[in-house]
């Protein structure tokens, strides 16, 4: 069963709600919204650019990273699991 229009990437999103709480996510999705963990409202993201390089190893050696909750995502919702598995693709150079 193909979803279409679920092909697009991930992006890096700020996420501002109105109770005041601000969070960021490598997986945010364009006209997907993440729910506030603090009062549980939908909350569209306020900036999105574009992942970088940069942003995927980086979450990928930190153990510090912002888990991504299913629960709280729009996408993982839709796909019925974790919406980040298909971000695999970046070619792992490990310049170590
Ligand atoms: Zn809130
Ligand atoms: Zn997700």
Redesign the pocket.
């Known amino acids: 069963m193909p979803t279409a229009s679920l092909q697009t990437r991930p992006r890096f999103g700020e996420y501002r ?3 005041g ?1 601000y969070w960021e996510s490598r997986l945010s999705w364009a006209r997907s919204y993440q729910i ?1 963990k ?2 549980r ?1 939908p909350v569209y993201p306020t900036n999105q650019r574009e992942l970088r390089q940069s942003d995927l190893t980086q979450s990928q050696g930190k153990e510090n990273r912002p888990e991504h909750q299913k629960e709280f995502c729009q996408m993982c919702q839709q796909l019925g699991h974790y919406c980040g598995t298909n971000s695999n693709n970046v070619k792992s150079r490990r310049k170590h």
């Open positions: 709600c109105s109770c709480r506030c603090r009062c409202k």
